[in-house]
């Protein structure tokens, strides 16, 4: 018969993002088959007694842990590609994946430098014999003219800034968002070129001036219009943005895909975490196995050069 004891430590091994692999192989090569059929009966979490009195799987439960043990495996094989191909093959995934995922195509557009972006476009040609603005058109919703100019840009990176421009074009987004229905800003041409083709270094100026002029952050003023806020984000303050997303991947009640998003982040961003002073405390209570250790290992290399 099982002990308490193994029965905690089985559903241990499942409670957090990612797999105890360790205490798993220790309890289950130990175990006879008596052993098992306590540990099923015992593991509420995972199997159920059906009206015949056989304990099986729960569904649902098991199609979570699949998603569980395959973390440490999309860790490593993110890791492992040519940033190029990775950020392609992340823009193709959410472009097919739908309106929820379309973060992930700002994320990717507003957070790389120009020649990053520039290769990612041209792997997307390599591998899906299209360009990404090519498979942007068969967006239905007004989120593609912002996504289809977020993606073609090629942003000057130099250091000059006119402030007396971006404090102006703080007044226009300000106008916009203000006098206006926000629900029309996916196509104010001026918002878009603004946040398409301006340089990061004046973006942040003008979120600056914005801030100054009207006692609230051009954020904050975008709060609940999602796409355009995590772009100003991932424009302005990706900290921000980052830190967003990874504390929404580890709530309790978070959803697979905020939990995907904790992989992503941290394989493609750890140098910036690093140099942001990101506190791996954050997240190492609740990561498990091979995917915690892969995770924190690859932030306290990310000052690696």
């Given at each position: 018969?099982?002990?308490?004891?193994?029965?905690?430590?089985?559903?241990?091994a499942?409670?957090g993002?990612?797999?105890?692999?360790?205490?798993?192989?220790?309890?289950?090569?130990?175990?006879?088959?008596?052993?098992?059929?306590?540990?099923?009966?015992?593991?509420?979490?995972?199997?159920?007694?059906?009206?015949n009195?056989?304990?099986?799987?729960?569904?649902?439960?098991?199609?979570?842990?699949?998603?569980?043990?395959?973390?440490?495996?999309?860790?490593?094989?993110?890791?492992?590609?040519?940033?190029?191909?990775?950020?392609?093959r992340?823009?193709?995934k959410?472009?097919?994946?739908?309106?929820?995922?379309?973060?992930?195509?700002?994320?990717?557009?507003?957070?790389?430098?120009?020649?990053?972006?520039?290769?990612?476009?041209?792997?997307?040609?390599?591998?899906?014999?299209?360009?990404i603005?090519?498979?942007?058109?068969?967006?239905?919703?007004?989120?593609?003219?912002?996504?289809?100019?977020?993606?073609?840009?090629?942003?000057?990176?130099?250091?000059?800034?006119?402030?007396?421009?971006?404090k102006?074009?703080?007044?226009?987004?300000?106008?916009?968002?203000?006098?206006?229905?926000?629900?029309?800003?996916?196509?104010?041409?001026?918002?878009?070129?603004?946040?398409?083709?301006?340089?990061?270094?004046?973006?942040?100026?003008?979120?600056?001036?914005?801030?100054?002029?009207?006692?609230?952050?051009?954020?904050?003023?975008?709060?609940?219009?999602?796409?355009?806020?995590?772009?100003?984000?991932?424009?302005?303050?990706?900290?921000?943005?980052?830190?967003?997303?990874?504390?929404?991947?580890?709530?309790?009640?978070?959803?697979?895909?905020?939990?995907?998003?904790?992989?992503?982040?941290?394989?493609?961003?750890?140098?910036?975490?690093?140099?942001?002073?990101?506190?791996?405390?954050?997240?190492?209570?609740?990561?498990?196995?091979?995917?915690?250790?892969?995770?924190?290992?690859?932030?306290?290399?990310?000052?690696?050069k």
């Amino acid at each position: 018969m099982a002990l308490p004891v193994h029965i905690e430590a089985l559903d241990k091994a499942f409670s957090g993002i990612g797999v105890d692999e360790k205490s798993l192989i220790s309890i289950l090569t130990n175990s006879n088959e008596e052993h098992k059929r306590s540990l099923r009966k015992g593991s509420s979490k995972l199997f159920i007694e059906d009206e015949n009195g056989f304990e099986r799987w729960d569904q649902s439960s098991i199609k979570i842990l699949k998603h569980q043990f395959n973390r440490f495996r999309d860790a490593v094989v993110l890791s492992l590609l040519h940033p190029w191909e990775r950020d392609a093959r992340l823009i193709e995934k959410a472009i097919r994946k739908g309106p929820k995922h379309y973060n992930v195509i700002v994320e990717v557009a507003c957070t790389r430098s120009s020649d990053q972006l520039l290769g990612a476009r041209k792997a997307y040609h390599s591998l899906f014999h299209h360009s990404i603005e090519e498979h942007l058109t068969h967006i239905k919703g007004r989120e593609r003219k912002l996504l289809v100019a977020l993606v073609s840009a090629y942003r000057y990176e130099g250091t000059g800034v006119n402030e007396d421009v971006a404090k102006s074009e703080a007044q226009i987004l300000y106008e916009a968002i203000n006098n206006g229905d926000k629900n029309k800003l996916l196509d104010h041409e001026d918002a878009i070129m603004i946040l398409a083709t301006r340089s990061k270094q004046h973006l942040q100026a003008l979120y600056r001036h914005y801030s100054q002029s009207y006692g609230k952050t051009l954020a904050q003023d975008l709060e609940g219009e999602g796409i355009l806020k995590d772009t100003v984000e991932c424009l302005c303050t990706p900290q921000t943005y980052f830190t967003r997303v990874l504390e929404a991947a580890v709530k309790e009640d978070a959803d697979e895909e905020s939990k995907r998003a904790l992989t992503r982040v941290i394989v493609t961003q750890k140098e910036q975490l690093v140099q942001e002073g990101f506190v791996p405390n954050k997240i190492q209570d609740i990561l498990l196995g091979l995917y915690k250790d892969f995770l924190l290992a690859s932030i306290a290399s990310g000052d690696i050069k």
